[in-house]
């Protein structure tokens, strides 16, 4: 991960800009959740994936791709529009931007519970994160809807 110290200084104080403009979000009440062995784990990632049958992301985005549990990665297909995106490691191991082969052996090893049937991919980098409640409800209602009870959320 590159720190603000790392960047040139114009793009530093721009991203600092733009962190200090999000809105601050208050915790909501801590629950105690079930044990991860007995959770059903979803993703949810920031990578611009799609599979190949869908459409392709564009450029200020606010809709999402359901990425299927059961998805052969020759069928997934990264459309992420930035320029700073950086896709080699994608292709050379798609888990890192999307783990599912990661959890589906945490599942064979009883480690966690099941993985979801449906993943869920954004496209990333966008400026004001509020301009997806919408669609962002409406995922967590599909992902309520597989009795998901862990979502790792992969911003990318």
């Known amino acids: 991960m590159v720190r603000l110290s790392d960047l040139h200084e114009a793009e530093a104080e721009h991203l600092q800009a733009r962190a200090d403009a999000m809105p601050r ?5 801590w629950i105690t959740p079930k044990p991860l062995s007995e959770s059903t784990v979803a993703i949810v990632s920031t990578a611009g994936l799609h599979l190949r049958s869908d459409a392709p992301f ?55 519970g099941a993985v979801s049937p449906r993943h ?6 966008m400026p004001n994160p509020a301009l997806f409640e919408d669609t962002g409800t409406e995922v967590g209602k599909m992902l309520a809807a597989d009795a998901v009870d862990v979502v790792l959320l992969v911003p990318v």
Request: charged share 25%; hydrophobic share 40%; glycine share 8%.
């Open 25 to 29: 979000i208050e915790p909501g009440e």
């Open 120 to 125: 869920y991919s954004f496209m990333g980098a």
């Open 58 to 112: 564009t450029l200020g985005a606010l809709d999402y791709r359901v990425i299927p549990g059961d998805t052969d990665w020759r069928d997934v297909v990264l459309s992420h529009v930035s320029t700073n995106f950086d896709r080699s490691a994608f292709q050379q191991d798609p888990n890192i931007s999307f783990p599912m082969n990661r959890l589906q052996e945490m599942a064979e090893a009883g480690e966690i």
